[in-house]
């Protein structure tokens, strides 16, 4: 698996300490009940009364592409598997696609947040990522 380091700011600490949980948080406006971006300071129209939810974690393949990348030390490239899953909880999240095989890739695949850590650095984050849903029936992987 090939993330990008990332490092958390202020407005999104609490997504971050989540999903070093294993937890998938959403944030949403109080009043409206809009779910807006991690990072957001208010909803499309002005409320800043924002708060985190919880979120399932499971959602389905909207869309997907395979990009080819170069890993540092290697001439060997790999392929990623970029995708927008759409939440259980309705909105739309711009991913990395882990553990699924390219012939397997469709839309409405069933996929559930995992959460590996972005670097080896003490201060890299633990960041959501999706694998497909081994067996729906059985409950949470």
């Known amino acids: 698996m090939n993330i990008q380091p990332v490092v958390r700011d202020a407005a999104t600490a609490a997504f971050f300490d989540g999903a070093a949980r294993g937890v998938f948080l959403l944030r949403r406006s109080a009043e409206s009940g809009e779910i807006v971006t991690p990072s957001a300071e208010q909803d499309s129209v002005g409320n800043t009364d924002l708060d985190w939810m919880e979120a399932s974690g499971r959602g389905r393949v909207v869309s997907w592409a395979f990009v080819p990348q170069r890993v540092a030390g290697s001439d060997s490239p790999v392929e990623l598997t970029i995708g927008v899953v759409e939440l259980d909880e309705g909105p739309w999240w711009w991913t990395q696609l882990v553990g699924v095989d390219?012939?397997?890739?469709?839309?409405?695949?069933?996929?559930?947040?995992?959460?590996?850590?972005?670097?080896?650095?003490?201060?890299?984050?633990?960041?959501p990522v999706f694998a497909p849903v081994a067996d729906e029936s059985a409950g949470p992987d």
């Open 102 to 127: 390219r012939d397997a890739v469709a839309e409405g695949l069933r996929v559930r947040a995992v959460f590996p850590k972005s670097g080896p650095a003490e201060t890299d984050e633990y960041v």
